[in-house]
């Protein structure tokens, strides 16, 4: 991520000559941070079961909450395909509301190739993790560990050694990590939301009063990690 900076004052230039160097003009190359950006799967709405229709609403409700917190970082949530049921109401809810479609954003991508193979820069993912943060298992969290390597799973140990529903753990990637080379991802934040299924761990057996208030926490706890590492 690089810019072009004219060292001839602006106000000196027309907006002709501003788009045309001059033989004496100087051009410097200045380094810009890409701007802070927050890669996440939606918690839960897959192997966990959750309802997507309320999932969709606890996604705006807790991303509109945080973006004034964020400055110009951004919070992006991914699936995998155009066919995504939460990103089509996700998107669908954002629009008819104020939030800054430039700030919050679906997008269809493997969350683990976003820079790779969708051109979009993310400086930190999320993982919808289980409570062991093992490898493996499917979803997000079996991509995740497998594009990372055992980097992951020995940053992840050196942090926590498991984790408790609604709670995230922000896991910052060594420099030999292949998902920092290739895709520029400093850090992972794992998440584990609320379970619906009666085949894993910890199911809330369809009482959503706790669901909900489990998932909310969830996303507030991601978004404080984000926001820990944007600071
Ligand atoms: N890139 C982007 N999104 C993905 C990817 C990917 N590579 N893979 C899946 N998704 P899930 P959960 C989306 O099931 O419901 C695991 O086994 C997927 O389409 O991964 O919280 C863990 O070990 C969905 O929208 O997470 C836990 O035991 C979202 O990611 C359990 O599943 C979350 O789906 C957690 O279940």
Same mark, same amino acid.
């Given at each position: 991520f690089f810019k072009k900076v004219s060292a001839v004052p602006a106000a000196s230039s027309s907006s002709t000559e501003a788009t045309t160097p001059k033989a004496n003009e100087k051009i410097e190359i200045v380094r810009v941070s890409p701007v802070p950006t927050l890669a996440f799967p939606?918690?839960?709405?897959?192997d966990f079961q959750f309802d997507l229709d309320k999932a969709s609403d606890i996604i705006l409700e807790t991303a509109e909450a945080f973006l004034p917190k964020l400055g110009p970082a951004r919070l992006v949530l991914v699936d995998l395909s155009h066919g995504s049921k939460i990103l089509s109401l996700v998107k669908a809810k954002a629009?008819?509301?104020?939030?800054?479609? $430039?700030? #919050? #954003? /679906? #997008?269809? $991508?493997?969350? /683990? !190739?976003?820079?790779?193979?969708?051109?979009?820069h993310c400086n930190v993912i999320a993982n919808a993790a289980n409570w062991r943060l093992k490898s493996g298992g499917g979803g997000v969290n079996a991509a995740i560990f497998k594009a990372a390597g055992s980097d992951l799973e020995a940053a992840t140990r050196a942090r926590a050694n498991t984790l408790l529903p $609604? !709670?995230?753990v922000? =896991?910052?990637?060594?420099?030999?990590?292949?998902?920092?080379n290739a895709e520029g991802i400093t850090h992972v934040?794992? =998440?584990? $939301?609320p379970n619906m299924n009666p085949n894993r761990p910890d199911c809330l057996n369809n009482d959503y009063t706790k669901g909900c208030k489990i998932l909310r926490e969830a996303y507030t706890s991601l978004f404080e990690g984000f926001l820990s590492t944007v600071q």
């Open positions: 939606s918690i839960s709405t897959a629009s008819r509301k104020n939030i800054d479609s $430039g700030r #919050f #954003f /679906t #997008f269809v $991508g493997d969350i /683990t !190739k976003l820079h790779s193979q969708g051109g979009l $609604g !709670k995230a922000v =896991v910052p990637l060594p420099s030999t990590c292949p998902l920092l934040i794992h =998440v584990l $939301g």
